[in-house]
């Protein structure tokens, strides 16, 4: 496989978990947090580049532990409070954990905006995982996590716990969030799972059709945007942005 066909393979991986996130983060209007966690992940690998640990061991352990973190300040703060103090104190974290490493300047770029070039064939397997396991596990959980979303003490009534559902939202999005870092950046992430779940729910009506058509929109977002990037040589986070804003606006138009 060429090398150019890997990071094709590693970024449309990221694409299907992201998207498949994507539908959930819109139907449970949880786009704060999908802007949140990726910054999770922002120190985790901060701190695998300066304690030498595996960078995705770094963006796993983070994300997911901004998730619990954030589920806990959830249930005891407003949400939005509690998801922009979370947001502060990792942004911090990762800061002070790059500043310590010696490679402030060029490391911060490539969190923050993304360095998808970078990837090889080493990451395949992990990314391969994520991509794989976050869609189904989602699609599995479809009708709970829907349900809890619109009428919690519905969810209640049939034996179901919201809590327990809404940390399984934030873990696999965290999950998705997480892992993308690499290919768009932490500060862009949420574009690829926003754009095309926001897009799939106007065009769609029916969650399993939105659902898969989240997905089929980042896989093709995130395709036409590393074409882009290889051929402009301009970040893949500058289309990804862009590209999302312009999906989103054409479901708009024919929705309208």
């Keep these: 496989m060429s ?14 978990a992201a998207g498949a996130a994507g539908y959930f983060v819109v139907v449970r209007r949880a786009g704060f947090a999908a802007h949140s966690l990726p910054m ?7 701190a695998a580049s300066l304690f030498g640990f595996p960078l995705w061991l770094g963006l796993g352990g983070f994300a ?4 619990g973190l954030l589920a806990l300040m959830q249930r005891r703060a407003r949400r939005d409070s509690a998801t922009a103090l979370l ?20 490391s911060v770029y490539g969190l923050l905006f993304g360095q998808v070039f970078a990837l090889g ?13 976050v869609p189904v596990a989602l699609w599995g959980a479809m009708r709970p996590l829907s ?17 327990l559902l809404e940390f399984l939202f934030l873990a696999l999005l965290a999950l998705a969030a997480g892992f993308a870092v690499p290919v768009t950046g932490a500060l862009l992430v949420f574009s690829l799972m926003l754009g095309p779940g926001a897009a799939a729910s106007r065009l769609c009506a029916r969650p399993g059709g939105a659902f898969l058509l989240s997905m089929g929109l980042a896989l093709g977002l ?3 945007s590393l074409a882009l990037a290889y051929v402009s040589d301009w970040p893949i986070g500058f289309f990804t942005g862009v590209g999302a804003a312009l999906v989103y606006l054409a479901a708009r138009m024919t929705r309208a």
Excluded: K, M
């Design 64 to 67: 997911l532990g901004g998730a």
């Design 147 to 163: 349900l809890s979303a619109l009428s919690p003490e519905l969810t209640r009534v049939q034996g179901g716990n919201p809590a």
């Design 87 to 106: 947001l502060s104190g990792l942004l911090a974290l990762g800061a002070l954990f790059l500043s310590l490493s010696g490679h402030y300047a060029g």
């Design 222 to 224: 995130s395709s036409v």
């Design 3 to 16: 090398w150019l066909a890997e990071i094709w393979l590693a970024t449309s991986l990221v694409a299907l």
């Design 40 to 46: 999770a992940a922002f120190p985790g690998a901060a």
């Design 121 to 133: 064939p080493a990451d395949l397997p992990v990314l391969g995982a994520i991509g794989l396991c």
